[in-house]
Structure formats: C-alpha cells, structure tokens
C-alpha cells in the first residue's frame, strides 16, 4: 500500500469512511515514509508511538461523522500540544511539554485527527528560510540544498513530501504563503480574528494567524473547516457565521471581479513571475472573471511598517522567556547575570535581530518616530484595500517575488530575505485572508505560487476563485524522492 | 485620631527664616474586590498556600492570552463613580514591559494613556472644613507576584499567587498639604470603596498601598518643586512618617543651596527613613505599547447606567441625611458614615429605638467597647438588634440609664437580650405610683422625726428619703417617679 502517502486529504478521509482503509494503515505508511525522510530535517519531534496507539483507538471505535476519521496529521511546532513536546524552533524552549492543548490542535483533535509529530519552523516563526530554526535547517523535497520557505518550513516540506497528508502552520508576515509557494503546495492565511491564537507561540500578536497547508484547495477548505472557530480564550477571536467552506466550494467565478495591483509589479522581479501572473489572469477571464487594474498607493510602506510592529510585538512577546518559570535556564551570579545569559545562549541571532529593532522602535523618544508611525501606516494600508474592495470582489498577485532559493543563500543579507515577504505582509498588516496556490515552475524547475487575496471574513470567496483557478492550471510537482535511499 | 497627626493648622517646614510648605500627591493601588484575576479565573483568596492560585495565564505559558474579567471593569467603573469621575467610554491596555522575576509576562498590562476612569475629586471633612481633592485618573492595571528573598540563603523564591490580581491605581493631584489630609484622604477613599464593595481596603493584607509624590516649596510660592516618589508604602503611619523626613530632607538641601533630584525612593520602616532607589536617568524605559492580545475596551451607556444603578448611597450623601433627616451634628454624622458597617448598624439601632440615644450610646459605650476588644463594628459582640431593645428598655423607662449600663456590659458576654437579662435579674424598674406609695408611706411612717425637720425647711433632707426609697426597693424604683410622689407626700 505504497501508494497510501499520494493520496490527498479529502480522498484519504473517503477512504477511512468507506473502511477502504483503516486509521492504522494511513497512520502507519505516513510514518514510515516520515521515518525514511529524515535527511529532509522536517520533524522536531516525532510523536510516532502515540500516533499509532491512537490510530488503533480510533480502528476500536471508530466515528466516521468525524472531518478528520483518524487522519494522521503533523503539525508545526509553534502549535502547544498537550504532553508533546513544543519548542518553537528554540533552544530556549528545548525540553518544553505543554500540559495544555492549542485551540487549534485541539479542533483537529475533536474532529477525529491524529497528531504524528511536531514540524521543524524558524525559530519562534522569524524568517523565510527555516534557516533560523535551532534544530537546523529544512530541505525543500524540490530540490537539494533549496530552503522549503518559511518559517513554516518543515510543515511545507513534508507536505510536499507527503510525510503527513495536509499540515498546519502560522502566518505572521507571509510564513504559510511563501513555505507554500515554494513548495508547490497550497496555503491559506485566514482573516485575522478567524483561527484561535490561544496557545499558539506568539511571534506577533496582532498578525498571527494560524492556517491550513494543503496538496489542493478542496484540502484546504476541508482542513480550515476543523480549524476555524469562535473562541472566547482569544480575546482577538471573531464570532461570525463560519459557514460550510467544503460544502460550499465551487469553481464558478463568472462575474466576479479580480483586482490586479498595480504596485505589485516590482523592479527587478524574474520575467517567470510576470508570466506566471498573467497566466493567472487569463485563466481567471476566461473562467469568466472580470479582470480590474486597482491601486493599492501605500504598498511600499508596508515591509518597512511591517519589520516595526512585528518586531515591537515580538520584543515584548518573548520577554517571558527569562529562564524563571520553564525552558531554558543558564547560571548567572545575579537576577540580570541569568537572564542576560539565559536569553543570550537561548535566542538565536535572528530573534535576538528582532527583540533588539523591537525594543528600540518602542523606546522613549523613538516610539512616535516609529512604532506609532507604523500603526498609521498600517491603517493607511487597511484603507487601500478597503477602497480596493469598492471595485474588486478579490485581488490577484503572485505570492514571492522569486522562487526558493538555495540554502546559505540569503543567511547574511537579512534585507534581502525580509524582502522575500513583500507580497504576503500587507495582507497580515490588513488582516486579511489570502490563499497561495501552485500554479506553475521557474526554468529551474522550482514551484511558483499565486496569491489571491480577499474580503474580511470571506475566505469562500477566494477558496473558490482558487479552485477555479486550480482547475485550469494543471500543476504538478516534479519531486523525484532524492532524499530517500 | 492617629497620634501623628499635628491637629489641623497649617503643616508647614520651618527653618531659621523659611517656612515650607509641603505638596503631596498620591498614586493608591487598591485592589479590586472579585473572586477572580483581572485576565485569568483563578481565585485571588489572600493568605493562601504559595503558588496554589496560579492559572496558566498568571504564570505566562507560551500560547496563553489575557481575558478581560468583566467584573473587574465593572468594579472600577463602581468606584469611578463614587468618586464623581468621567467614565471614559473608550479605555486601552497596554503593556509596561520590564524584567522581574516575579513579573512571569515580563510585561504589565495597564492603561497608559488611556484609563477607564478620567478626572474626579472626593471631599476630605477636615476638622477646619471640607477640603477638595481632585483625581486625575483611575485605571486598571494587573499586580505582580512576590519575591521572597529570606526563605532560602541561595535563591529567591517566587509566589506567583498575586500576579494578574487586579488593582486600580487612584491617582490624585498634588493637592495635599499635611499630614493629616493625607490621612482624611486614605480614610476617604478607603471608606467609599468599602461602600461600594469594590476594595475591602484591608492595608495588613496589601489590598490598599500607595506611591507617595512629595516636593516642597517657600510658603506663598506658586511653583512647584522638583518631586520624589517614594514607592510603595502600605500603612497611613508610615505615609506620614515618609512624608514627614522626606519633606525635611528635601528642606535641608533647599537651605544648604542644593537642588533636589527627581527620584524614586524607598522608605525604611525600621530607620524611618527615605532612600534614593533609582534617579531620573537610571529611571525604566518601560516601552508602553497597547497590548495587541486585547482589544480596546468600548462601553456604552447602557452598561454604565446599569452600573450607576447600583450605587448605594455613598459616606457624602449618607451625612447630609442624617444631619438633615435626624438632625445629627456634623460631627456625630462625620463618625457614623466614616465606615458604611457603622452607619449601618446606627440606621438598625435608630429605626428601631431612638435616634438620640442610639448615637450616645454607639458612639460612647459600643465604640469603647470594641476599641477595648478591639474589634471592628460588624464583629460587634452586641447586635444592633439587642441595642436597638436596651435603647428602648431606657426610653420607655423599664430601667435608668445607669443599670442600662451594667446590663450593657452584661449584653456583650454573647450578645444577650437585654430583655431577658432585665427579667431573669429582676432589673425592671418600679414603677408602678400603687407600689412606690407603700414604700413611701412605710418610709414616712418610719421617719417621724425627718419628716418634721423636711417640713420645718431642711429641703436637703429630701435627698435621704429618696435614698430610702431606693434602697427599699432594691435600687429598682422609677427615680422619676419617686421624686414626683415624695414631693407630694411631704409638702
């Protein structure tokens, strides 16, 4: 039953629910093609014993009125998991074991899901490579030696390497998106306020969002279903009509009106990224879309705003992890000796690069110049796409400026990688959802994702223009298994 | 009174030619009465077992996230009232980050630049008149844990039972000028939230501590001085008694030509003393931002009248009935509201016996007595109930006022009544005219040769009948009644 791993989530949970298959069976061969992966660096921690009791447990008594019927899922590790170890990508939090379950993990739970390991990020979700992860880097199953994105790149590369069948990641400035894109897989940012951020590691509290990773957008909707939800330990979580986004996915876009930003097209973006964009534009017009030029004018500001309030969020979001109450603790001679050496030899550069810009931008004297400044910014942004959405039903962009690049690459020009995310973090910085599809190669071969951005709390809307889209565009990935011997 | 307290004249600094006056301003931490943390349900009971009231939240896992506790606002909203404050309808919380071990989110989450409660003002009776203190603020903000440095020689331990409790913090202007106004200022605010159920102002446990803002200033100056806060003091004594040697220390190098340093400081219970703790330059950068876990807390006016509805009537308007409406002194009033238990236990005492009466007699007898015992009011050993009859067994004349007395102290051995002491004790007083005439008469009879020596002008003999009467009749004969029948019986 080798051929368990090709099949996608939805086909998989038919499947168990036709008893075609069994929990254990689909559990099992996800393990055992994680287990002959592990040169791809995807897990943190594995947590195969306990996925396969559970599997069996679910075999025992199975509930096929379940989304996820026993369906082996990993899941990255930004996610608190009760008893599973949690690490956020840091040393800091090395040999941390949560007693408490994420919201988010905990719906995939209720529905039937089984959680089969924890999946390599950037460290505290901080970069675009997985390259800042302290358990080390990620191969994108692509290709040797290219980064899988990030930071949810353990999560992009084993789904595009089909160790888990569909996985979850967070999406602060672009971290399920660009993961996606390079990776040929599909990834949906939802609307900020949509997914629970209790017990999610926060990075940036106001730009966190959880969402799915997928091999294809009915995927995504099936797992976004599961993972959305009102919940009232998240002050910042929306009570909405959530809606049934499987069930009511369709591929008929005729009529709706696709916004293309000018703004968009960057200096000095490969000439593959222009065509990929107007491939999408064509197909949209003759799914019948309406194709509309928009502008959004402070699109340029929006990096720039964006490396300010995620840093000032984050600086204060990790002041926590002093060495007192768990994780990491080095000895110091004082109170200010331990946590000076505590957070030295537990950060890693790159958030040490943000906790540093982050308290800075919040200092006395420059808290007007910056971070204040920022939040205007940021406004002036959410009022673009507001006027936008006047003329537009959703908006069209590719979803990186480049494919993925190779590792070691961009590891000393910080600037260059934080560039990488000038597509997807004006979204966050509007808190709007936005999916990532596949939709077609580089001459190098390397997967390139189109971005549709949409309304607030319209997540159908783009899921269906996706699907429409997806439909047309016939990709596939060339992944040869290299890594396997 | 405390004993510190210099009377009511001017408080005032003197040196060989300068008098100074000095300028308080205080910033009160009082914590909100509520079964619950200000962003977590864990219970926030004092005195209990290190690190057993600690929710995941308090103690700042990774993933956790504050929940606003709707009472809390509803409390500080409470207390925005009883200070005659602005309500504002739109209030922020932000982070104060700084580093502590005791502080687990390495942040506080307060209100910065906007609370929920805006300007007010509370009325201190002072003995020379009412004096108006004006509030700048009230907000809302989360306690920290406790560091406990003398358990263990190596480490410091940490209980995390306080972190996230809520406290509001009163911020007055610098409107104070003595010692004693500082004390009508502690006993005011305390005495309104104890109305309102919003502090139980116990300063023992902490539930009431204050940041201290002092500078002084050459009598007749309009400017003010450089300030120095002392932090967290937690007794009105040692407020006073920081006041008191910071004011003279800044004073001292005033006179010496120097300038004073805006500083925070500590105050040494045990050398009464001020400390510089941090100067203006090694003072925090505590980067307030708003707290991106919550969003901006709207009210609308539904809510807030809700509330208002809820006020019960507060120490001011309860002082102005009572001199009104029972004609009460200003003074008796002022003793009577200063605690919401007392005036309480006088509105039982009153309705049911005598208004008159049941002032004396709280403010005498049941005040000696529970300063003897050292009680407070609702721990009173004699319920208002039982005092309301006593008052009554007086008024009606069933006793005099002197037995009330002793069968009062009798009363306060297990809050008997006062009626069954009064007829198990055979304490009722005679008087019945049928029954005192037979002593009379018997005492007349008895007495030929007084009654000639009354008649013939010796009126002070008067008395030695009515000693007479009394003994016969066991010391339970009406004194009233006694004088009226013997006057009538010898003229």
Known sequence: MSNITDLKLFDLVEKIKKKDLSSKEVTEAF???????????????????????????????????????GIPLAVKDLFCTNNIRTTAGSKILENFIPTYESTVTQNILNEGGIIIGKLNCDEFAMGSSNETSYFGNVQNPISENLVPGGSSGGSSSSLAAKLTPATIGTDTGGSIRQPASFTGTVGLKPTYGSCSRYGIVAFASSLDQAGPMTQDVKDCALLFQVMSSYDNKDSTSVEFNRGNYLKDLNDNIKGKKIGIPKQYRVDGMPKEIDELWDKG????????????????????????????????????????????????????????????????????????????????VLSSGYYDAYYLKAQKVRRLIKNDFDEAYKKVDAILTPSTPSSAFKIGEKTNDPVSMYLND?????????????????????NKGYPLGLQIIGKAFNEQNILNIAYSIEKNINFKNNINDWWIN | MDKLSKESKEYLIKREINEYEVVIGLEVHAQVLSESKLFSSSPTKFGSEPNTQVSLVDAAFPGMLPVINEFCIKQAIKTGIGLKAKINKKSVFDRKNYFYADLPQGYQISQYKNPIVGEGSVILDMPTGEKKVNIERLHLEQDAGKSIHDIDPQSTLVDLNRSGVALMEIVSRPDLRSLDEVNFYIKKLRSIMRYLGTCDGNMQEGSLRADVNVSVRKKGTKELGTRCEIK?????????????????????????????????????????????????????????????????????????????????????????????????????????????ETSKYFEEVSKNSDVKLATNWITGELFALLNEKNLEIIDSPISSNNLAK???????????????????????????????????????????????EKIIDKVILENPQNVKSYKSGKDKLFGFFVGQVMKRSGGKANPQLVNEILKKKLN
């Open chain 1, 31 to 69: 393990i055992q093609r994680s287990q002959k992966s592990k040169k791809l660096n995807t897990y943190i921690t594995e947590n195969f014993e306990d996925a396969l009791k559970n599997a069996k447990k679910f075999d025992d008594k199975p509930d096929f009125n379940k989304k996820l019927p």
């Open chain 2, 232 to 340: 967290n003091v937690n007794s009105i004594k040692f407020m006073q008694m920081a006041i008191d040697y910071e004011a003279n220390r800044q004073v001292d190098i005033i006179e010496k030509g120097g300038v004073i340093d805006q500083e925070t400081r500590l105050f040494d219970t045990k050398k009464n003393e001020t400390r510089s703790m941090r100067t203006k330059e090694d003072a925090h950068d505590y980067r307030y931002f708003p707290d991106p876990d919550l969003l901006p807390l709207e009210l609308n006016d539904v809510f807030i009248n809700d509330i208002k509805k809820t006020i019960p009537e507060l120490p001011d308007e309860k002082k102005k009935r009572f001199i009104e409406k029972f004609k009460l002194s200003s003074y008796e009033a002022n003793i009577l509201v200063s605690d919401i």
């Open chain 1, 281 to 360: 534009i064509k197909i949209i017009e003759s799914n019948g879309g309406e194709i509309v030029e928009i502008s959004l004018p402070n699109t340029n500001y929006a990096l720039p705003a964006y490396y300010i309030v995620a840093p000032a969020e984050a600086s204060s979001n990790l002041a926590r992890y002093d060495g007192v109450k768990y994780g990491f603790r080095s000895k110091g001679i004082n109170l200010i000796d331990m946590y000076e050496k505590t957070r030295s030899e537990g950060f890693g550069d790159e958030v040490k690069r943000r906790i540093m810009i982050g308290t800075y």
């Open chain 2, 390 to 436: 006593l008052i009554s067994l007086i008024k009606n004349g069933t006793i005099s006022g002197k037995l009330a007395k002793s069968i009062f102290e009798m009363m306060a051995d297990g809050d008997k009544d006062p009626n069954k002491i009064v007829e198990e004790k055979g304490l009722k007083q005679q008087s019945d005219p049928k029954e005192l």
């Open chain 1, 422 to 442: 000038i597509f997807t973090v004006p979204i966050n910085l509007a808190g709007l959802p936005a999916i990532s599809i596949p939709a077609g190669h580089d």
